[in-house]
């Protein structure tokens, strides 16, 4: 069935560093991807999305490409802030069949001032 | 516009008592979701609903969990009786459609069973 792997967490930074989430996915056909960010308190936001294999998906900063090959779906961010201390889950969605998001774990980020 | 709204935000309750949350989607939304969300885990589709129909309930426990969405707008979410292994966040979504449009989540209702 379908699946989404994260990265482990937590991740801790110091502001202003790089970040990289790692996501990979197995899937039937070509799903959309999509990175969710849970703030404290928050529900889940959609934070980017990219629907086909080359596409990049762009939100305050943070990118993620579609990579097909590896199937993969990366967030980054090229300078990170105590704001951005959060919970980033990756999902895909089918086109066809199970239309239903299937999630990653979550990776906990905390940024340190 | 107001967002996804689900109440109550916390509830604590014995095992073998009945729960039951509710969620009022986004007006105009006409796919909702229930997800779980177990504690260091991503969300997992409990239901899906198209308008009044739900047409994806295989996750749902159906030996103890019943959802409906009665005239296609709000949807209630019940557990009868309630375990141990039940607690966790469950968290309603709402898109316009299935496919092509952004599903928007709720804050969630955390359950502890005691």
Redesign the interface.
């Known amino acids: 069935g379908d699946s989404v792997t994260q990265m482990e967490g937590p991740v801790t930074l110091s502001e202003e560093a790089f970040l990289t989430i790692n996501c990979t996915y197995t899937a039937t056909g070509y799903p959309s991807l999509f990175w969710y960010v849970q703030y404290p308190g928050e529900g889940l936001q959609l934070l980017l999305k990219a629907t086909k294999a080359d596409d990049k998906g762009s939100n305050k900063g943070f990118e993620a490409t579609y990579r097909k090959e590896t199937t993969s779906f990366h967030l980054e961010k090229g300078s990170v802030q105590v704001s951005d201390s959060a919970v980033y889950f990756c999902a895909l969605r089918r086109i066809q069949g199970a239309q239903k998001l299937v999630f990653g774990q979550g990776t906990r980020l905390t940024i340190n001032p | 516009e107001a967002?996804?709204v689900q109440s109550p935000r916390y509830k604590i309750i014995e095992k073998k008592q009945p729960v039951a949350f509710w969620c009022n989607p986004i007006s105009g939304h006409n796919t909702l979701?229930w997800y779980l969300q177990n504690l260091?885990?991503?969300?997992?589709?409990l239901i899906?609903y198209e308008n009044e129909e739900a047409v994806?309930d295989s996750q749902l426990p159906k030996d103890r969990f019943s959802a409906e969405r009665l005239k296609g707008v709000d949807s209630t979410l019940k557990i009868q009786p309630a375990e141990l292994g039940d607690s966790a966040v469950y968290?309603c979504?709402s898109s316009l459609d299935?496919?092509n449009t952004?599903?928007?989540?709720?804050?969630?209702t955390r359950l502890t069973v005691v």
């Open positions: 967002g996804v979701y260091g885990q991503g969300p997992e589709l899906r994806d968290l979504a299935a496919v952004e599903a928007f989540f709720g804050q969630g």
